[in-house]
C-alpha cells in the first residue's frame, strides 16, 4: 500500500491488508477536517458525505518512506492524545497517531493510491447529514469517540491476541 500526500513529496507505506476500513462522522473528525481543509491548497478530507474514511494498518507494519521531515502533528485541543498528521508540503491530511500505545495507525483513506473500501460506518448521529450516508456496511450511530476508538483497540487487540 502506498499513502501520498496530494503533492508527491511525502510517501507511507504499508505491508500486509489493512486491518479495518472505518469512516466516522464524529464533531472531533469532522472539525480536524475542516481545520485542515482550510489550510491554503488543501485536498479534501471529507468524503461526499461528509465523514472521514480511515484505513486502518498495523503500527509496526507501516512506515513513512518520504518527505518524513514535512509532517506535522496537530491536536484539536491541548489535552487530547489525537494526533492529525499534515503534509505541510501541500496540506494534505494524512493519517491520525495516538500518545498512547494504540498499535494501528488510521491512514486518511484518500490518499490512499488504490484504497480499500470502508467496513463500517461510526458515529453517524453526528453527521450534518444523515441521509447522505451511504447504506453500503454497518453503521452504529456511536456512542463516545473515545468509547468507539477504545472498542476498535480492543476488538484489534483480540485479534491479535494480546
Ligand atoms: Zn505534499
Ligand atoms: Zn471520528
Known amino acids: 500500500m502506498i499513502a501520498r ?3 508527491g513529496s511525502v510517501e507511507y507505506e504499508a505491508t ?3 486491518i479495518l476500513g472505518v469512516a466516522c462522522y464524529c464533531d472531533d473528525c469532522q472539525e480536524g477536517a475542516r481545520r485542515i ?3 491554503p491548497g488543501a485536498p479534501p478530507v471529507r468524503d461526499p458525505d461528509g465523514g472521514v474514511s480511515y484505513i486502518l494498518y498495523r503500527k509496526d507494519r507501516f512506515r513513512c518512506t518520504k518527505g518524513g521531515d514535512r509532517l506535522q502533528s496537530h491536536k484539536m485541543r491541548p489535552k487530547t492524545d489525537t494526533n492529525r498528521v499534515v503534509a505541510s ?3 494534505s491530511a494524512m493519517a491520525m497517531t495516538f500518545d498512547d500505545s494504540k498499535h494501528w495507525v488510521p491512514v486518511i483513506r484518500a490518499r490512499l493510491s488504490d484504497p480499500p473500501p470502508v467496513d463500517m460506518r461510526i458515529c453517524t448521529k453526528f453527521a450534518a447529514d444523515a441521509a447522505a450516508i451511504p447504506r453500503d456496511v454497518p453503521a452504529y450511530p456511536g ?3 473515545r468509547f468507539i476508538w477504545k472498542l476498535l483497540g480492543s476488538r484489534l487487540a483480540m485479534l ?3
Open 16 to 18: 500486509g491488508d489493512p
Open 89 to 91: 508540503c501541500c496540506n
Open 143 to 145: 456512542f463516545s469517540v
Open 37 to 39: 481543509e482550510a489550510l
Open 5 to 7: 500526500c496530494a503533492c
Open 160 to 162: 491479535f491476541g494480546r
